[in-house]
């Protein structure tokens, strides 16, 4: 597809659901709200996991710092939902730089179980402290309806994404890319390695933490667990693979369809919904490893031999 | 005549293991120095020494002047240092334009800032070393004369004005050693200087301007390629392998 | 002074059951190079496979073990067998994902079928105690430790001097020689997947009989399995014995003179901490 058609339908989808409020019913707008947030999340965490390739199983942190940052600000302090928005991406950005320069040096499964445990020092710490309410938390003021939540989640979801469009046009992005496919040969020919993760992991953590803070005000209610709720570090992982990972519209695609399949599922046969997830994703991880995205691309070449030279490459 | 490269008593211990004993020597601008010696005298980490993969134990490395050895390995890339690797490090999943792309957005003087502009460059070298048919393919599906080739143009995408390269030629065939001497000559009349890791002896010799050789991680010899090459320590540590 | 010499002793007898708890996950991640992120909920599986056999059958827990770990072995053979060894040649990634998929599929299938409700495992001694050096000690924090640390050194012996430990631990270093000698991979694989989820039942088993269990504490125990893990260092299996006792005297201390809601910012700190400065877990070799 041409860039300028690419650009006009991507315009047109998004004015189309910007609509929904008007039309939809609650329960749609509902799943809209989660799916855009979910679709946020995906997105920031294709930055520092799909084109830089390290990846981040402690997104949730800046999730939470948001989330945090708008419940005290607006709670403790009577400040208003930007100012706590503000607040939340800046503990977001200072944690991505202060943490994200030790453990950036390290690779692979190590960095990614180091996030994972960031993740739970950071629920642990919070639900000990006096100001965000420890293990109970925090009760925020009523929002003022679901559409407007919409449209700020649909807002924050274009923002990010444009931020990963630019990303993978600009020598940035190039540079970022040059890491993921092989770090040491990125630095010898010039990339600063560590500045350009740093600031990877810096972008990723303004957007989830913007994430955070609309979906703490949406529901008015926020705790350790929920806030920092570690599986949805996988859950945005998969969204993101799934989708397709070091693309632009992967994630999106990966995150709107989970969340429809999680949807239906429970809605048809609730209790084993999930487990039918669980099922789902180990399919897709076999069969599509590398997402939606490729298998577009190449099922008009191979047809279903894609799934088995998928399975005949990575089996014993 | 003026110093581009000095290196002065460079030292590097691994937990004890002496790899470069007080190793000091100089390149001239426009120079080919060539690097000989036998399998793990520490060429390749001399070389490491130098582009900043490593970091010295002791002594220092300057270049045009300025202390580098300090330096982390991307600010040298910037001043002008670049290098090739024996084990070849391509960016397996990009095409080989791209590969080449990166080394004209990220190196030093002359470098891109933009993507198109950038890859442009990169066709230009590709077309250098004889790679423009490859350009769409992805850098891991290449073969390993047209990988040392890929190797090359990404170094020299960067613009830089000292080339280490690091056995360019193993497993080439003759016809292809000449090819590569040729490019590498070519590079040296463009202004570069270059350093050069080889075990083929007759092609070593054909393009140094000078030789060095390293035995156990210390410099046993340096100094005119038919000179060094009659050196009796020089044949002694190599034993046999003189003939080619 | 009575109370630190209490705290631990407490610290230590947690510390083997916490070493057993990494012990599967060690094992499996240093031979099939897979991050198994659901084995807290083969963990939590052998602690309710003791569970039904202790309240369906009247077994005794500690007879029960060694049915779980039967029982959670053949499930991790299939599942290596049918599932893991479709994605052993993909990036790591992808194991660890897939994992995630059968931990989702795990929890969900256990809350469907026993129910959320909190169980413990009450055998009639349960509260006997008796006094050790001036601590007071439960008698089945004594035998479970017991028993931990035996599995713990029964593992290391197996991988040591036995023909199949000694093929594991060769298909580990070099698949290729391996092959050559007739080891058979998917075999092999499934077996040492088998022998990992095994000795989670054990912990499981274990956990039952100490502490409450539900559906949901797999990913919770995974998480800590991790910490016990590279805090100890990943090198040899061995080594878990260390980064459980280590981190089972530091959470026991950090609850007497910090607070018990600080054990987990303590741990996954350390976890941390170990990660940046010292990768190779406190045992390990610097790289």
């Known amino acids: 597809m041409k860039p300028a058609l690419k650009f006009a339908s991507a315009a047109l989808v998004v004015g189309v659901f910007a609509t929904v409020p008007l039309w939809g019913s609650a329960v749609l707008v509902q799943f809209g709200i989660n799916a855009l947030i979910l679709a946020t999340l995906a997105q920031s965490w294709n930055i520092i996991g799909g084109y830089t390739g390290y990846p981040s199983f402690g997104n949730s942190v800046f999730y939470g710092l948001g989330g945090y940052g708008v419940a005290i600000a607006m709670v403790q302090y009577h400040l208003s939902f930007a100012l706590g928005l503000i607040l939340g991406a800046t503990l977001a950005v200072?944690?991505?730089?202060?943490?994200?320069?030790?453990?950036?040096?390290?690779?692979?499964?190590?960095?990614?179980?180091?996030?994972?445990?960031?993740?739970?020092?950071?629920?642990?710490?919070?639900?000990?402290?006096?100001?965000?309410?420890?293990?109970?938390?925090?009760?925020?003021?009523?929002?003022?309806?679901?559409?407007?939540?919409?449209?700020?989640?649909?807002?924050?979801?274009?923002v990010t994404t444009l931020t990963v469009a630019w990303i993978s046009r600009s020598r940035f992005g190039f540079g970022l890319i040059a890491i993921r496919e092989n770090e040491e040969a990125a630095a010898v020919m010039g990339v600063n390695t560590t500045l350009y993760k740093v600031l990877a992991f810096a972008l990723c953590s303004v957007f989830s933490a913007v994430a955070g803070g609309i979906h703490a005000y949406w529901i008015t209610y926020l705790d350790p667990g929920s806030a920092f709720d570690v599986a949805l570090n996988v859950q945005m992982i998969i969204m993101a693979v799934f989708g397709g990972p070091g693309t632009i519209f992967g994630p999106i695609l990966g995150a709107f369809a989970l969340s429809a399949i999680s949807e239906i599922l429970a809605s048809k046969i609730t209790s084993l919904a999930s487990i039918f997830f669980g099922v789902v994703i180990v399919v897709a991880i076999v069969f599509m490893p590398r997402g939606f995205a490729d298998l577009i691309q190449n099922f008009r070449r191979l047809g279903w031999r894609y799934f088995q030279e998928n399975l005949k490459a990575h089996r014993v | 005549m003026d110093t581009i490269l000095e290196v002065r008593n460079l030292t590097k211990r691994f937990h004890g293991l002496q790899a470069i004993d007080r190793v000091t020597f100089t390149l001239e601008r426009n120079q080919i120095l060539g690097l000989i010696g036998p399998n793990g005298a520490g060429k390749t980490t001399l070389v490491s020494l130098v582009s900043g993969t490593l970091q010295p134990t002791e002594g220092s490395v300057l270049f045009e002047g300025k202390p580098i050895h300090r330096l982390a390995g991307f600010r040298r890339a910037l001043l002008g240092i670049a290098r090739t690797f024996q084990v070849m490090r391509p960016f397996p999943g990009l095409t080989v334009l791209d590969n080449v792309a990166v080394g004209a957005l990220f190196g030093a003087a002359g470098s891109a800032r933009q993507l198109a502009a950038a890859r442009e460059n990169a066709n230009r070298w590709l077309h250098f070393v004889g790679l423009d048919h490859r350009a769409r393919q992805r850098a891991d599906a290449l073969g390993g004369p047209d990988r040392k080739r890929l190797e090359l143009a990404k170094a020299l995408a960067m613009r830089p004005k000292l080339l280490l390269l690091d056995e360019v030629m193993a497993g080439l065939n003759p016809v292809e050693i000449e090819e590569v001497i040729t490019v590498i000559k070519k590079v040296r009349d463009q202004g570069i200087s270059i350093v050069v890791i080889e075990h083929v002896m007759k092609a070593i010799q054909s393009l140094s301007d000078r030789l060095l050789v390293l035995h156990h991680g210390e410099k046993i010899a340096e100094g005119k390629p038919e000179e060094v090459l009659r050196n009796d320590q020089v044949i002694a540590a190599y034993l046999g392998s003189k003939r080619r | 002074m009575q109370l630190l010499w209490q705290i631990l002793v407490n610290g230590i007898l947690l510390g083997g059951l916490y070493a057993l708890m990494a012990l599967g996950l060690v094992l499996v991640w240093g031979v099939l190079n897979i991050v198994n992120l659901a084995h807290g909920a083969l963990i939590m599986?052998?602690?309710?496979?003791?569970?039904?056999?202790?309240?369906?059958?009247?077994?005794?827990?500690?007879?029960?073990?060694?049915?779980?770990?039967?029982?959670?072995?053949?499930?991790?053979?299939?599942?290596?067998?049918?599932?893991?060894?479709?994605?052993?040649?993909?990036?790591?990634?992808?194991?660890?994902?897939?994992?995630?998929?059968?931990?989702?599929?795990?929890?969900?299938?256990?809350?469907?079928?026993?129910?959320?409700?909190?169980?413990?495992?009450?055998?009639?001694?349960?509260?006997?105690?008796?006094?050790?050096?001036?601590?007071?000690?439960?008698?089945?924090?004594?035998?479970?430790?017991?028993?931990?640390?035996?599995?713990?050194?029964?593992?290391?012996?197996?991988?040591?001097?036995?023909?199949?430990?000694?093929?594991?631990?060769?298909?580990?270093?070099?698949?290729?020689?391996?092959?050559?000698?007739?080891?058979?991979?998917?075999?092999?694989?499934?077996?040492?997947?088998?022998?990992?989820?095994?000795?989670?039942?054990?912990?499981?088993?274990?956990?039952?009989?100490?502490?409450?269990?539900?559906?949901?504490?797999?990913?919770?125990?995974?998480?800590?399995?991790?910490?016990?893990?590279?805090?100890?260092?990943?090198?040899?299996?061995?080594?878990?014995?260390?980064?459980?006792?280590?981190?089972?005297?530091?959470?026991?201390?950090?609850?007497?003179?910090?607070?018990?809601?600080?054990?987990?910012?303590?741990?996954?700190?350390?976890?941390?901490?170990?990660?940046?400065?010292?990768?190779?877990?406190?045992?390990?070799?610097?790289?």
């Open chain 1, 94 to 158: 200072l944690f991505a730089f202060l943490i994200g320069l030790p453990v950036l040096r390290l690779r692979g499964h190590y960095f990614a179980i180091a996030t994972l445990g960031l993740a739970e020092v950071m629920t642990a710490i919070v639900s000990n402290l006096e100001i965000a309410g420890r293990n109970i938390g925090l009760i925020l003021p009523l929002a003022k309806g679901d559409a407007l939540f919409f449209e700020l989640s649909l807002a924050l979801v274009v």
């Open chain 3, 45 to 287: 599986l052998g602690a309710y496979a003791c569970y039904y056999l202790f309240t369906g059958f009247g077994w005794d827990p500690f007879a029960a073990l060694p049915a779980a770990m039967a029982m959670l072995f053949c499930l991790g053979y299939l599942i290596q067998r049918c599932v893991l060894n479709l994605v052993i040649r993909a990036p790591m990634f992808n194991s660890l994902l897939v994992t995630f998929g059968l931990e989702v599929v795990i929890t969900y299938l256990a809350q469907f079928l026993f129910s959320a409700d909190f169980r413990t495992v009450n055998p009639s001694y349960a509260g006997a105690n008796f006094s050790f050096l001036g601590a007071t000690v439960p008698l089945v924090r004594v035998l479970a430790f017991g028993i931990a640390l035996a599995l713990t050194v029964a593992l290391w012996l197996f991988l040591e001097h036995t023909r199949i430990g000694r093929a594991i631990r060769a298909t580990a270093q070099n698949l290729v020689a391996a092959r050559l000698y007739g080891v058979n991979p998917r075999q092999l694989y499934a077996l040492t997947f088998g022998i990992g989820a095994a000795l989670a039942g054990a912990a499981g088993a274990l956990y039952g009989v100490v502490s409450q269990i539900n559906p949901y504490i797999g990913a919770g125990l995974t998480a800590k399995s991790f910490a016990i893990a590279i805090i100890g260092g990943l090198e040899k299996s061995i080594y878990v014995l260390v980064g459980g006792l280590f981190l089972g005297v530091v959470e026991a201390l950090t609850a007497l003179y910090i607070g018990p809601t600080y054990t987990d910012v303590v741990s996954f700190g350390i976890l941390v901490l170990v990660l940046i400065v010292r990768p190779s877990g406190l045992l390990g070799r610097t790289a």
